[in-house]
């Protein structure tokens, strides 16, 4: 059992708990305690109210050695986050003149632009410069101040809502000697991560439980990703012989489904076969409207490899933009894989891309036949030394059958490439 100190993050934002966006900031929090030695131990996502808000942070403050909290620093009304760590923390409010300046700055700043008079932004300016007392600022980040706060045995970490600025002024905590007095007593464990692609979660489970399993020292999980499993191992500082045992032991029998053991996604590792044989690369997207593209191009430094993409979803811009011939279609249809070929063929033509990745299939939820039902997905891949196909009936909703047609596909390039390359070896 670990021994690691215990950490609680407390996310608040009304908008999160309705599903209106999707919470980036317990995860990212969770995966930062962890990676310095805390043990995560809860994320509460909670409204704005005040008493579910109140109630989260009197059980952080009550049971965790590092208590951080994200969201609600804001100027309006809703925003009540540093009262209620106050209070939790059973501390008083005061108005830090540093931080009123500061503020009140950057607002006349907005004011003037704005045309408005500052009067109608002084009272927001000093609601935020307002924090409890004892807290430390960490400086702004917007005009939301970062704060770190001792209660008793708990350190309190507060930080803006904005993913951005919750990291900027998070590293920032990571500086201050109430942080870094906690971090001296936590262990951080090693992380190992191991990608399958190809199989399915419950093969790799029964591996993992063939393996040994958790215990002595690793811990495992695993998570099903778009046709992705991942498998993480937590690893306690003298329990490496175990963890290399038991990757040993889980690897074996799933070996030819492992493409990384890493924290590279699958479409770093494409652009870097590519960029290791100085290859380019283009897409040519039907039903995945640009996905492919999208993810590609997310990774910093893309542009030394990926060079263009068309998305034809109609069939005159197969036709027009990348010279599918019109027989292939009339004979064939859109979503076969005489037209996923003749995408990726034209892709590289009309691109000048040495390897093109084609998609194409039917996304639903409607457009679906007997023959060609909803989720059949085309795929087909084009290089200097060689193609491959693909075809899927991917199960789910409109979203799922996209996601996962862009993730074959990219695995699909990764194939082709580290075939290419085994055979020139």
Not at 277 to 290: D, F, K, M, N, V
Request: with cysteine; hydrophobic share 40%.
């Amino acid at each position: 059992m670990t021994t690691r100190p215990r950490g609680f993050i407390v996310v608040t934002g009304s908008e999160l708990v309705r599903g209106e966006r999707r919470d980036l900031n317990g995860p990212f929090l969770a995966n930062e305690l962890l990676r310095h030695g805390v043990e995560p131990a809860r994320i509460s996502i909670v409204g704005d109210r005040e008493e579910e808000l109140s109630d989260a942070l009197a059980q952080a403050l009550g049971a965790a050695e590092l208590c951080v909290v994200s969201g609600g620093l804001g100027p309006t009304h809703d925003d009540r986050t540093v009262e209620l760590v106050a209070r939790a923390a059973r501390v008083g409010l005061v108005l830090e003149e540093g931080l009123h300046e500061e503020i009140g700055g950057i607002s006349r700043g907005f004011a003037e632009r704005l045309g408005r008079p500052y009067v109608d932004f002084e009272a927001g300016v000093r609601k935020q410069a307002t924090i409890p007392e004892g807290a430390h600022s960490l400086g702004l980040a917007g005009t939301a101040p970062g704060l770190v706060l001792e209660h008793g045995d708990t350190v309190v970490v507060v930080l803006p809502g904005p993913p951005a600025e919750l990291q900027r002024l998070w590293a920032k905590a990571l500086e201050t000697e109430p942080v870094r007095r906690v971090l001296t007593r936590a262990q951080p464990p090693e992380l190992r991560r191991l990608r399958f692609f190809g199989t399915s979660e419950s093969a790799v489970a029964k591996a993992l439980a063939d393996a040994g399993g958790d215990g002595d020292g690793v811990e495992t999980t695993i998570c099903a990703r778009d046709f992705e499993i991942h498998v993480d191992l937590v690893v306690e500082p003298g329990a490496e012989a175990r963890a290399d045992e038991l990757t040993e032991r889980l690897v074996s029998p799933l070996e030819r489904y492992l493409f990384s053991r890493d924290e590279r996604p699958i479409e770093a590792l494409v652009l870097d076969l590519c960029r290791g044989r100085g290859l380019t690369l283009g897409t040519a997207e039907s039903c995945t409207g640009g996905m492919v593209a999208e993810r590609l191009t997310s990774v910093r430094g893309s542009s030394e490899v990926f060079i263009g993409a068309v998305v034809a979803y109609a069939d005159e811009i197969k036709i027009r933009e990348l010279g599918v011939p019109p027989d292939v279609l009339s004979r064939h249809g859109a979503v076969s894989a005489e037209t996923a070929a003749a995408m990726a063929t034209g892709a590289r033509e009309r691109l000048g891309a040495d390897v093109a990745v084609a998609v194409t299939g039917i996304a639903g939820p409607d457009g679906g036949s007997e023959e060609k039902p909803v989720g059949l997905v085309f795929l087909h891949v084009e290089g200097p030394g060689g193609s491959r196909s693909a075809d899927f009936v991917f199960p789910g909703d409109r979203g799922s059958v996209r996601r996962r047609a862009a993730m074959t596909a990219l695995h699909l390039i990764r194939r082709l490439l580290e075939q290419t390359r085994d055979e020139s070896a």
